[in-house]
């Protein structure tokens, strides 16, 4: 593990969190690979029969650190060339996001369930990690949702289509609008809705809970009901999904927002993105 996720096996359970509280815990390279190997070093155990991921702090994840600056790691080796200004290569673009997504869907693929623990936010990036998870439980104050699909960017893992369906999916990626517990309830989105002083307790003892089933049942179900979804073009959606995002962050009104950084700071372009919505930062105060 790195310093940036924390693993632990207590009781049966592994606990993974992610661990940049005072970032909001926003999305590394070395966070998500050490979310990675946190996944592998549980799906290795022979004393761990579920996990639980969440953040450190008041927040699961705000997403990506867009201000971090620090190196991705890119599979993909070509020759170094002079390139002119401002050119973007697409296929280092998918080579970058799509070991992103492969190392997110380490929890897809993980044969013990996955619980994920969704306090403050989730948001952006955070989607895309949190949405492989086979259960959400949600603090009752908490929000969810998928802001870059206003501007920088399409959903990666895009497990948004396949737990909502049509409708909802819809009327929630159009947006980007933040979406609370209550929602996220009604509409299926997450599993359990819990008051936040109780949840971190609720879903350790439901993660327990798998001690009485046995690892290869739970193993072949869960493989089960993955494999329906990826009969449905799930990871053909995902190619998809991650090339749009590269192209997403590369329009012209993408790299005019990415400029507004310097000019009025990163905090400022959020907010002007928001306000129309009126969620995430830009919520009415009580």
């Known amino acids: 593990m790195t310093e940036e996720v924390l693993y632990e096996e207590i009781d049966g ?9 005072e970032k909001k815990n926003t999305l590394t390279e070395e966070v998500v690979h050490g979310i990675a190997d946190a996944i592998d070093a549980a799906s290795r155990s022979k004393e761990v029969v579920a996990v639980v991921l969440r953040g450190v702090g008041d927040t699961f994840t705000a997403g990506y650190d867009l201000t971090d600056g620090g190196e991705w790691d890119v599979p993909y080796g070509v ?34 369930p996955v619980l994920g623990e969704v306090k403050g936010w989730a948001i952006g990036g955070a989607t895309d990690v949190v949405l492989c998870c086979d259960q959400l439980y949600m603090a009752s104050d908490a929000h969810i949702g998928y802001a870059p699909s206003r501007l920088f960017g399409t959903p990666t893992t895009l497990l948004w289509v396949y737990r909502l369906g049509l409708e909802h999916a819809k009327q929630f990626l159009l947006t980007g609008r933040a979406i609370d517990a209550e929602t996220a309830h009604r509409i299926g989105l997450v599993a359990h809705v819990v008051p936040p002083g109780e949840l971190a307790e609720r879903i350790e003892s439901d993660a327990r809970r798998f001690r009485h089933i046995p690892a290869n049942q739970l193993a072949l179900n869960k493989l089960l009901i993955n494999q329906a979804f990826e009969n449905m073009g799930l990871r053909t959606t995902q190619l998809i999904g991650t090339l749009f995002d590269g192209i997403a962050r590369h329009t012209e009104e993408a790299y005019r927002w990415a ?6 700071g990163f905090r400022e372009a959020v907010r002007r993105r928001d306000a129309p919505w009126q969620d995430y930062g830009e919520r009415p105060k009580d």
């Open 13 to 21: 359970i592994a606990i993974v969190a992610i661990n940049r509280p």
């Open 79 to 112: 020759p170094d060339i002079e390139t002119r200004e401002g050119a973007w290569d697409p296929v280092k673009d998918l080579a970058f996001m799509g070991n992103n997504v492969r190392r997110f869907m380490r929890i897809w693929e993980c044969p013990k």
């Open 259 to 264: 400029e507004s950084f310097e000019e009025s």
